[in-house]
């Protein structure tokens, strides 16, 4: 998760939610964007969203199947599929204030 300009209490109350994206983990498997950045604890993917305009993500370089998709803030889940060699995440909704929106996406073998 990057800084962004937030300072103290913003920051921190984001690690709080976040941490597990971020501490422990190393570069994910798609390349990082506009959109955001995947970092990765080993079965485990977590997606970055930094673009809130988005409603529709594909990922390419996931090579384990999904077997689920959810937003790391609060657990609703997140739909998925598959187009070509890539992961589509169906984006949910985020409130106005919301400047983070985190997918976890657990894989198999």
Avoid: C, F
């Amino acid at each position: 998760m990057q800084n962004r300009g937030l300072t103290g209490p913003q920051y921190e109350q984001l690690a709080k939610i976040y941490g597990d994206s971020i501490y422990g983990t190393h570069g994910g498997p798609a390349k990082p964007g506009g959109w955001g950045v995947t970092t990765q604890r080993g079965n485990t993917v977590y997606v970055d969203v930094l673009d809130p305009t988005l409603n529709v993500l594909a990922l390419p370089g996931i090579t384990k199947p999904v077997r689920d998709a959810h937003l790391m803030n609060g657990g609703t889940k997140v739909s998925y599929g598959l187009s070509g060699a890539s992961v589509v995440l169906r984006l949910p909704k985020r409130a106005a204030a919301e400047i983070d929106q985190v997918i976890v996406l657990e894989l198999g073998s």
